[in-house]
Nanobody, 127 residues
């Protein structure tokens, strides 16, 4: 079974940077599309970014484009989310998600498309 383990979430001051990591196991990592989502208290889960299995295609929430960067290292079975210029509104639990696309292509901004999820890591931005 696919397992995703996230790390890197912490308290950070506004304007700072943070890199989240999500390590995958139990899968042929290079056959999975990956995404990052976040959920703030009282709000719905929100799409952040996604990346195709080859790593050469990405998608971002419009409001986050330019500040956040998703990347993957297939040799390390890890997907990253680099977050810069953090704002208080970025405070949320951040989740990584994966979907087997061995016989598919592309990615999705919909949380329902993904069938494997990490435990989430808390990011708190203090202003």
């Amino acid at each position: 079974q696919v397992q995703l383990v996230e790390s890197g979430g912490r308290l950070v001051q506004a304007g700072g940077s943070l890199r989240l990591s999500c390590a995958a196991s139990g899968c042929t990592f290079y056959n999975y599309a990956l995404g990052w989502f976040r959920q703030a208290p009282g709000k719905e889960r929100e799409f952040v970014a996604a990346i195709v299995r080859s790593g050469d295609g990405t998608s971002y929430a419009d409001s986050l484009k330019g500040r956040f960067t998703i990347s993957r290292d297939n040799a390390k079975n890890t997907v990253y989310l680099q977050m810069n210029s953090l704002k208080a509104e970025d405070t949320a639990v951040y989740y990584c998600a994966a979907k087997d696309v061995s016989f598919l292509s592309g990615l999705s901004r919909s949380s329902n498309w993904y069938n494997y999820w990490g435990q989430g890591t808390q990011v708190t931005v203090s202003s």
